[in-house]
């Protein structure tokens, strides 16, 4: 138990009367307390009043700090700090400590002579000084607070050992408790082994999968991811590879003025597909890595050049693209109500605008680096052959997959689909906060139902 108490001295009004005393006096007064400290203790000390309230079995720690190293080479501060002591439970005032601790003449002024704040000062620094060398262990606290000249006080009781705490009790019951002891560690140990084993031992509980997943993941079928091979038109007699961004199927070239020109110059392009993006393989690849851990799925990853147009009959598919990578999705993208004009800048039209809808969704460059880009994700209907198809549109993929396979991002998903009713089949614009290749945020902000009759 820690006690707390705190002191003050006599008034002006009782000490003005008192005659000066000389450093001497003051030094001598110091050794006359500790005497008086030393020839009392066990109680025998005459009791003061309830207002010095000091315990006197605290005296002998007390007479350890004053007779200290510390306050042996500083008598000014010993004598001070025994005035304060002996004067506990006093009111003592600057004029009291200035005249009866430090021996300044009777016309001492506070208000003039800052000699007792001084030493007040000095005196804490010296009894900080004291308690560094004594260590945490020493029970008796003494402070004074900044700002005044209260001696304050606490105790703590010692801590005793473990070795004190066991000596009376006899050593053949310290033997016979520590065989206990170990016996019941070993039994524990044991246990605690065995539940480690049977929890090895046990099917482990899969998590169950979020709701849009369950919707899309048809059961007994595999899943395909496709990432989209951009069209390129090679030149085989110039080495020469040209990508014109408005062209996604190899024989609409004619339709670009640059290749036109090209070929009358040069013959005919070739087809290469020479490279899947960087951005669309990252995509590709984090659901992939998703949907074998999270969703424990049969899945595999393509290219588009290398995927039949007709296999997604038999398997779940995810198409990843943009309509000049993804010119196979053509005839399914004029049938949604939301699709791409155009990219750099991004530009998404809504075909049939809603209440409070707007009409397009426009890329927004805050900087060179930052921007807010909107992106399509459509989920088809189960087709006849009970596979389903899922088509993720957008400059930045990743805006898109961080949302499906995120809880956070499934679920702001799963909200504004229950603003329309919570459709089976739908197509959703998201906005995306894009630090350049870095997605900081994702927003759904338009919702539309696809009814089951897509596939007539």
């Known amino acids: 138990m820690v006690h707390i108490k705190s002191w003050s001295g006599d008034s002006v009004s009782r000490l003005a009367y008192r005659h000066s005393h000389s450093r001497r006096d003051t030094v001598a007064g110091a050794a006359e307390v500790l005497q008086n400290v030393s020839s009392f203790k066990g109680g025998a000390m005459p009791a003061k009043s309830a207002a010095q ?87 008796l606290r003494l402070t004074l607070p900044v700002g ?96 014109d961004l408005a062209i996604s199927q190899f024989g609409d070239w004619k339709q670009s003025s640059f290749l036109s020109d090209t070929a009358g110059r040069w013959g005919p392009p070739e087809l290469a597909q020479i490279y899947v993006g960087a951005m669309e393989m990252t995509a590709g690849v984090r659901l992939l890595q998703y949907l074998e851990k999270d969703a424990r799925q049969d899945v595999r990853m393509t290219e588009s050049r290398r995927f039949a147009a007709d296999s997604f009959a038999a398997q779940n598919t995810i198409f990843l693209g943009m309509p000049r990578t993804a010119g196979y999705l053509k005839d399914m993208l004029e049938k949604t109500n939301f699709y791409i004009e155009h990219v750099s800048p991004d530009l998404v039209r809504n075909r049939n605008p809603g209440p409070g809808e707007p009409a397009e969704f426009q890329e927004v460059s805050y900087s060179a680096d930052r921007r807010l880009a909107p992106a399509i994700i459509v989920l088809l209907p189960p087709r006849p052959e009970h596979t389903r198809m899922l088509l993720l549109l957008g400059r930045n993929l990743t805006s898109l997959t961080s949302m499906l396979v995120s809880l956070e991002g499934l679920r702001a998903i799963q909200d504004l689909c229950a603003k329309v009713g919570s459709p089976d089949a739908w197509e959703m614009v998201i906005q995306a906060e894009i630090y350049r290749d870095t997605v900081l945020k994702t927003t759904p902000v338009a919702c539309r139902p696809i009814p089951s009759s897509f596939w007539n």
């Open 148 to 243: 005044r000249h209260e001696l304050q006080w606490t105790y703590q009781a010692p801590q005793t050992s473990l070795v004190d705490r066991f000596n009376g009790i006899p050593r053949s019951w310290l033997w016979t408790a520590g065989g206990i002891q170990a016996a019941l560690l070993m039994a524990c140990a044991i246990l605690a082994i065995q539940n480690r084993m049977l929890r090895a031992s046990a099917p482990v509980t899969p998590a169950p999968l979020p709701r849009f997943w369950q919707s899309f993941l048809m059961p007994g079928k595999a899943t395909a991811i496709v990432v989209p091979s951009p069209t390129y038109f090679f030149w085989p007699s110039h080495q020469i590879y040209v990508r």
């Open 53 to 139: 309230g000091r315990p006197r079995e605290h005296d002998d720690l007390f007479r350890q700090v004053a007779e200290s190293e510390t306050f042996q080479s500083a008598p000014t501060m010993r004598a001070l700090l025994c005035y304060l002591w002996e004067h506990q439970g006093e009111e003592v005032s600057e004029y009291a400590i200035g005249t009866e601790a430090l021996g300044r003449s009777a016309d001492f002024d506070p208000k003039l002579d800052s000699t007792a704040r001084v030493h007040i000062a000095r005196l804490r620094t010296k009894l900080k000084g004291f308690y560094e060398q004594a260590g945490e262990t020493f029970p």
